[in-house]
């Protein structure tokens, strides 16, 4: 089911993609803009259901479904889209070139530290936001 779900959200995402591109383009935003939009809206169930955990005060259990959730969906997204560029003959830009690949193996480092120790705590929660906040401004200003 995972993977039927996977192909549904891959289909819709390109449907969505469309009048996405079409707006960044009008407006002259950067085209990273549409990947993270696209990215954004596929996690937004369980980032609702982490920030409903965290105003519950379960930090633990936010983490953990946040973490969890961007993992499983890394973890199936690349691989399926790199197949389907590969099927398709389609060339895959993954984004991550200039500071995009320092970035990502500094999270990747934070996140190991993350999972590794036995609890989580609010430093790391923050560590994790500035990180994406850097993010987000390598999106605009590369």
Not at 52 to 71: D, E, K, M, P
Request: aromatic fraction near 8%.
């Amino acid at each position: 089911m995972l993977f039927v779900y996977l192909i549904a959200v891959v289909l819709l995402a390109e449907k969505f993609a469309i009048p996405l591109d079409n707006g960044i383009e009008r407006f002259g935003m950067p085209q990273a803009l549409g990947g993270a939009i696209i990215a954004a809206l596929v996690l937004s169930p369980e980032a609702l259901s982490g920030i409903h955990a965290t105003l519950g005060n379960q930090l633990q259990r936010s983490v953990n479904i946040l973490l969890g959730s961007v993992l499983a969906t890394i973890g199936l997204t690349i691989p399926a889209v790199l197949t389907i560029g590969l099927v398709t003959r389609r060339p895959v830009a993954l984004g991550v070139q200039g500071g995009n690949f320092p970035l990502l193996l500094l999270t990747l480092a934070v996140s190991v530290v993350t999972f590794s120790s036995g609890r989580t705590n609010i430093l790391q929660g923050c560590i994790h936001l500035l990180l994406f906040t850097v993010f987000l401004l390598l999106i605009f200003f590369p």
